[in-house]
């Protein structure tokens, strides 16, 4: 079973609620996969009460043993975590597919900062539009 990490910001309920959707859609398709806010335990509470690395040292493992990236890209410029996460995917040869439902700041050659998006193998703006990429992918 492929195992995609989940990269992107989960700082807001509307962020955490997303990446879940994902996540299920994701499971659906019959991926494994990483989700940060709940596999490393990244939240507000965690992050008073646990060591930061440990936090760290989750996610990290998680993006080590995971065979690819899916990574959300919306904001008005990437989630830092996010671009180190992807930097990582990138440096290691993961497939990263990024998706991008915000329109701000688009133009039709550039969706993202230029830097994220030449790391992506992959990029679409829609829920549905993942889907069928991530058919691809599947083994």
């Given at each position: 079973m492929v195992q995609i990490y989940l990269a992107g910001a989960l700082f807001s309920q509307a962020e955490r609620e997303f990446n879940k959707k994902l996540q299920q859609i994701?499971?659906?398709m019959g991926f494994s996969v990483f989700l940060p806010q709940e596999d490393a335990e990244d939240n507000k509470?965690?992050?008073?009460?646990?060591?930061?690395?440990?936090?760290?040292?989750s996610c990290f493992n998680g993006l080590q043993k995971s065979d690819m990236v899916v990574?959300?890209?919306d904001g008005v410029d990437v989630d830092?975590?996010?671009?180190?996460?992807?930097?990582?995917?990138?440096a290691s040869g993961k497939p990263i597919v990024g998706i991008r439902t915000d329109f701000r700041i688009q133009?039709?050659?550039?969706?993202v900062n230029l830097?994220?998006?030449e790391t992506l193998d992959d990029f679409v703006d829609n829920v549905e539009d993942l889907k069928t990429?991530?058919?691809?992918y599947k083994k």
């Open positions: 994701m499971l659906d509470d965690q992050r008073i009460e646990r060591n930061q690395s440990a936090i760290f040292n990574t959300v890209l830092s975590g996010t671009a180190w996460e992807l930097g990582y995917a990138y133009t039709p050659d550039e969706k830097m994220i998006q990429v991530l058919e691809k």
